[in-house]
């Protein structure tokens, strides 16, 4: 998957996609479902399969001290859109210029000149331009007048429940990783570099890589049995483990992130990029009396993730 920062200077090889718009924030089914149209579209043209989204996110860049909200950040999108097939991901730097074309503009300066797309797929909440003036019903007439075709996509429901960002937001934040998971049709993940900790947990017994959440809603704080995909250096594989996620109230007072213990594994983490999945939510973060009712505790929540791990 190549992925395109600027719309000005594009490679002819990397213009004419068929391309699903929007944040993917989660890449859930919903955002499946439109990328799969996408799909078709771009098979029936011979054209490659492209999606559009913007970083920062626009609420980000309009909210810079607003409460974290985002499932993914950008790697993690990037890498679940490769894993789906994705060829292009335009991936557009919001910024004062982008967020100040009208919808006619953004139309024509980045869709048409830009990137020279021939379809189009948006979900039916769509909105582009300043001040998110423009809906699906514009993009739809402005396709017509430029000459690129677009498909607008059903809200996808579960039970009757619809699919949507927040709603796995709400499953995470209430310590339902299953929940989450059957809207997101994956395992919610955490991706990021291995950075240095205090290296407790190798003085527990119990060595732990380190990675930061900032920026990203956070889960319900405590353990969960977690998957562990190591992505890049010599350690390259899939692994087991139980992982922490807060503030680690025994050494008081933190930054959240996320430890993972990685189960039957020796080496050096450091530096290496991780995608840690949420399985199972298997208590909330406690206070220990001591580090060997600690130490126990911790025996018994990778006995439990162990067991989970074991059933999928």
Known sequence: MKIIRDFQFVDEADRGASAAIGNFDGVHRGHQFVIDIARTKAADLGAPLGVMTFEPHPRQY?????????LMNAEARANRLEWLGVEKLYEMTFNDTLSALTPEDFARRVLVEGLGLRHVVVGQDFHFGKGRAGDVETLVALGAEMGFGVTVADLLRDS?????????????TEG?????ARMLGHWHRIDGVVIRGDQRGRD??????????????????GVYAVKVDVLTGPHKGEYGGAASIGVRPMFGENQPNIESYVFDFKGDLYGAHLSVALVA?????????????LITQMDADCAAARDILGEL
């Open 160 to 172: 009757e429940v619809e699919i949507s960002s927040t709603a796995i937001r709400d499953a995470l």
């Open 281 to 293: 939510y298997l208590r909330p973060e406690d206070k220990f009396d001591s580090l060997e009712a």
């Open 204 to 221: 527990l017994g119990y060595p732990t890589a380190n990675m930061s959440i900032a920026g990203l809603h956070p889960p319900k704080f």
């Open 176 to 180: 339902r990783p299953r929940d989450a």
């Open 62 to 70: 309009f909210a810079p001290k607003a409460p974290d909200f985002r």
